[in-house]
């Protein structure tokens, strides 16, 4: 199992991230971004976490460590944000922790060169866990003593959000066309002939042992903890020995519509874009207009 540690000190809010993790420090004297049981994600955007998180580790890409953390709501009680609060008091017991890399700046593909080795490598794993969330809109990588690191893994193995469908999920091609280390000419079949054979069984079933048994009870079609492992266990199993030979490359897009699903995308359109206004639409009434005084 993962290290646990307890929240001793809650520093701040990261906003960049929709779940709203937070910079805490814990009683070993580290300092780790912390993501929450209670954000809107749930718990799966923490189990992937830890299993694609752990698996890009003992594969020898660089991913910050990670811990689970022990929280008691009450350290946040200074905390002025009523957001902040209700994120804290939602998510009593045991969070995700990863270690904080002080100093580090976001990875920037016009900034930073990546060779083909590494860069295939990053690709390769991203089509083996289907990461949708390391794009050149949103690279999720930091730059950290000169050296680029993976971070937040919620959005990948697309799967667990619906098991009967699975097994032909995990069997779809992966495109990386808008991966944000496409332009780097990423060398896939190296990539694939070093990796894939660490890819085995016993690995992952001792990255699945990782996640808490707390995170994964109660999901259903599943009796027990262990069920559900072996469930994350061989969609990657199968996906690892020929995943190279199914990644599209083409040139990227720069629009492209909303891949969320569906329930997602139907509760969004009730709601305007901020910054956007339907030109179709009627002016809204003001105090000159005919109808501002009803």
């Not at 008091?89 to 969070?95: F, P």
């Not at 976001?106 to 089509?127: C, I, N, Q, R």
């Not at 266990?233 to 897009?253: K, N, Q």
Request: net charge negative; charged share 20%.
């Amino acid at each position: 199992m993962l290290e646990e540690v307890v929240a001793t000190r809650y520093v701040t809010p990261l906003r960049e991230g929709g779940s709203l993790p937070g910079i805490v420090e814990a009683d070993d004297l580290g300092t780790y971004v912390m993501k929450f049981t209670g954000a809107g994600q749930g718990r799966k955007t923490l189990v992937a976490e830890v299993i694609c998180g752990e698996l890009g580790r003992r594969l020898g890409l660089r991913v910050p460590e990670l811990v689970t953390i022990q929280l008691d709501p009450v350290i946040g009680l200074a905390e002025p944000d009523q957001e902040v609060q209700e994120l804290l008091k939602a998510s009593a017991g045991l969070n995700l922790g990863m270690d904080f890399l002080p100093g580090s700046l976001g990875f920037d593909p016009l900034a930073y060169e990546v060779g083909a080795s590494e860069a295939g490598k990053v690709v390769w794993f991203d089509a083996l866990i289907n990461n949708v969330d390391r794009s050149w809109r949103n690279p999720n990588m930091l730059v950290w003593h000169g050296e680029p690191w993976l971070i937040d893994h919620g959005a990948t193995m697309i799967w667990h959000h619906n098991w009967p469908g699975a097994q032909a999920s995990a069997a779809k091609p992966y495109n990386a066309s808008d991966h944000v280390l496409a332009p780097f000419g990423p060398d896939i079949a190296s990539a694939a002939a070093e990796l894939a054979p660490l890819v085995t069984e016993e690995l992952l079933t001792e990255v699945a042992a990782e996640v808490p048994d707390e995170w994964l009870a109660g999901e259903p079609g599943f009796e027990t903890t262990d069920q559900l492992r072996r469930a994350y266990v061989e969609p990657l199993l199968a996906r690892a020995g020929s995943i190279h030979e199914r990644i599209l490359m083409d040139e990227p897009t720069r629009t492209r519509p909303s891949q969320a699903p569906g329930w997602l995308t139907d509760h969004l359109t009730s709601w305007p874009h901020p910054t956007k206004k339907d030109r179709d639409a009627p002016a809204a009434a003001g105090p000159n207009s005919k109808d501002g005084g009803r």
